[in-house]
């Protein structure tokens, strides 16, 4: 009997035609380049809402057991090729914390509205060491120092200054690429304007977005008042080039 009914159904062309549905339903297509810990969580949970039927998130867990046996930067390819394969397979909103370049973006800039939220880099930096505890485990001065201290206090270098992963030489060029590169986003936010971000959303997306209130400021101080000033020098300095992409979007 189950054979009989398997022989019955016929599913050619069902997935054209779903295609097709989801582009009535959905008007644009929406890649989220999610830089950690700039609160991005929030504004995957109001995209994701909006396009239930027709999206992707990069899961972290799932990717990182898949890989077990690679380094950081395959992972960090694996997961951009992950959202290449979900773009060109229909999805209308994909999420992924991974870096990107002028390629991938060319590639589907015809078909996709890129968005990304930026924050201040030591306020950043701050926040990924205390609720990553990989990161907390090592105390604040040794875990600047340390390899993945110098990646994540240059982590807009990697994700869109088409930085080789955890390659320190030619770094200083990084800032230029990636300015370049997140000119041709149609929305580049920063956390500490919220509204400007949820504004630039709906008129160049399409898509109405909430953000929880935070203060930022009071934050940064709670977060800040148990590290050295000479380390939170140090951080600062390291986080130089980083600055220089994010004050570039920060001040418009």
Not at 6 to 25: H, Q, T, Y
Not at 179 to 205: H, M, P, T, W, Y
Request: with cysteine; net charge neutral; aromatic share 12%.
């Amino acid at each position: 009997m189950l054979n009989s009914l398997v022989k019955s159904v016929n599913f050619s062309g069902a997935g054209r035609k779903w295609r097709n549905i989801k582009d009535v339903l959905y008007k644009n297509k929406v890649m989220f380049v999610h830089v950690p810990k700039c609160g991005g969580t929030s504004l995957s949970h109001s995209f994701r809402a909006r396009y239930p039927l027709s999206s992707f998130k990069v899961s972290e867990e799932a990717s990182s057991r898949a890989l077990q046996d690679v380094d950081a930067a395959d992972w960090m390819r694996f997961k951009r090729d992950l959202m290449a394969y979900h773009a060109s397979g229909g999805s209308h909103y994909i999420q992924g914390h991974a870096p990107i370049d002028e390629d991938f973006i060319s590639q589907y800039a015809d078909e996709f509205l890129f968005v990304t939220l930026l924050r201040d880099p030591v306020d950043r930096f701050i926040s990924h060491y205390h609720f990553d505890p990989k990161c907390r485990k090592y105390p604040f001065s040794e875990f600047l120092e340390s390899r993945r201290g110098w990646i994540e206090s240059h982590i807009l270098c990697y994700f869109f200054g088409e930085q080789p992963w955890g390659v320190r030489e030619g770094i200083e060029d990084a800032p230029a690429r990636a300015i370049q590169n997140l000119e041709k986003f149609s929305v580049v936010g920063v956390l500490e304007d919220q509204e400007a971000f949820s504004r630039e959303c709906q008129e160049n997306l399409g898509v109405k977005i909430a953000l929880p209130k935070r203060n930022i400021g009071a934050q940064r101080k709670e977060k800040q008042y148990d590290i050295a000033d000479a380390d939170l020098a140090k951080l600062k300095e390291m986080c130089a080039l980083d600055r220089r992409i994010y004050d570039a979007f920060a001040a418009r």
